[in-house]
């Protein structure tokens, strides 16, 4: 595996079909294309509408899913979907309420940079400004239907 797909690589690759893990040496752990729950693609929804330089956090996208009636759990559950099926959609972009890297914390680093997004700390242990740096998140339009 290459690494995380950007968002915005043309073409979009299915992010049903390209995890960021793998299960094993060698095989991937996607799941067929219209087999995520609910709960899971909604995440990759909102998470996939933060725009560049800007992230929100796990707990506002699980606030968000639960205030709109989609339970599929909290913070965790939001990262867990994260790491498993988010390697298409801007995971960089949801961190923990105090700023640090969610996973891959060099790669976050790096595309916070390019992206412009507002940091603060020591070189090599930045964390996102999150006061600075914090999306308005939006439901997915299908979500409520």
């Known amino acids: 595996m290459t690494g ?10 299915p992010r049903t079909r390209v995890p960021l893990v793998s ?10 294309e219209g087999t995520l729950p609910d709960f899971a693609e909604a995440v ?10 800007k992230v929100t956090t796990y707990g506002r996208v699980a606030a968000l899913l639960a205030g709109a009636g989609l339970r ?3 913070p965790r559950a939001v990262g867990a979907v994260l ?4 390697a298409a959609v801007p995971w960089w972009r ?5 700023g640090r890297p969610g996973a891959h ?12 997004t ?5 070189v090599g242990e930045e964390r996102v400004d999150v006061d600075a740096a914090l999306a308005e998140l939006r439901l997915p339009e299908w979500v409520g239907r």
Do not use: I, K
């Not at 949801?94 to 105090?98: A, F, G, L, Q």
């Open 4 to 13: 995380p797909v950007r968002a915005g690589d043309n073409p979009r690759v």
């Open 44 to 53: 990759l929804d909102v998470v996939d509408a933060v725009p560049a330089g």
């Open 83 to 86: 790491s498993r099926y988010g």
């Open 72 to 74: 599929g759990g909290g």
């Open 94 to 98: 949801v961190c923990p309420v105090d």
């Open 23 to 32: 299960a094993a040496p060698g095989m991937l752990c996607g799941v067929d």
């Open 105 to 116: 914390p060099e790669e976050a680093r790096r595309r916070w940079s390019e992206e412009g």
């Open 118 to 122: 507002p940091l603060r700390g020591r």
